[in-house]
């Protein structure tokens, strides 16, 4: 069986929302899946892919995200390895996509991966932490973007070519 890492960074727990979903659609499609915060994953040894995802605050990655990545890149390990982003929103005004820190793009094609997917996020009142995060949440760009159908495709895609790479077993007749 494929085993699977979704890890994670989040600050105040929509992105580990977000891996939950890509996590329990990959599992429906017959994989075993390990969904943890990137803080709790040193290594990604033992597994034979991975998603990788983090929250975008100031044009940034949380740096958990950005760590595992780095040491991924280091290890020399040619797992296949999907990645996301998610801010408070998943495009901006010109119907964009929000701009990929440099450093994480660069890590991207270090490991051989596509830039990240980006997904809604959300700021909430409930939820925000710091002033700033507050802040939003108070205003007009409160609220929860997150598409969850959306998700669940782009994680059913990834099954779909983890499935194409997946040994045949042969059928006797």
């Known amino acids: 069986m494929i085993k699977v890492m979704v890890a994670y960074a989040t600050k ?68 296949p390895i999907w990645i996301y982003q998610s801010g408070p929103l998943s495009t901006v005004e010109d119907g964009t996509n929000p701009a990929v820190p440099g450093k994480v793009r660069d890590l991207a094609a270090r490991i051989g991966t596509a830039p990240p997917a980006t997904f809604g996020g959300r700021v909430e009142p409930a939820t925000a932490k ?28 990834i099954g779909a070519q983890l499935a194409e790479r997946a040994p045949r077993v042969p059928t006797t007749s």
Do not use: C
């Open 130 to 157: 710091g002033f700033l995060a507050r802040k939003m949440a108070a205003g007009p760009g409160g609220g929860d973007y997150r598409d969850f159908d959306e998700i669940r495709r782009w994680a059913g895609g």
């Open 12 to 79: 105040m727990g929509a992105t580990g929302e977000i891996a939950e979903a890509i996590g329990d659609e990959l599992r429906s499609d017959g994989f075993e899946v390990t969904v943890s915060n990137a803080i709790d994953v040193h290594t990604l040894d033992g597994y034979d892919a991975a998603v990788i995802g983090s929250a975008v605050y100031m044009a940034r990655w949380r740096p958990e995200a950005v760590e595992l990545l780095t040491r991924q890149a280091k290890s020399g390990s040619s797992i």
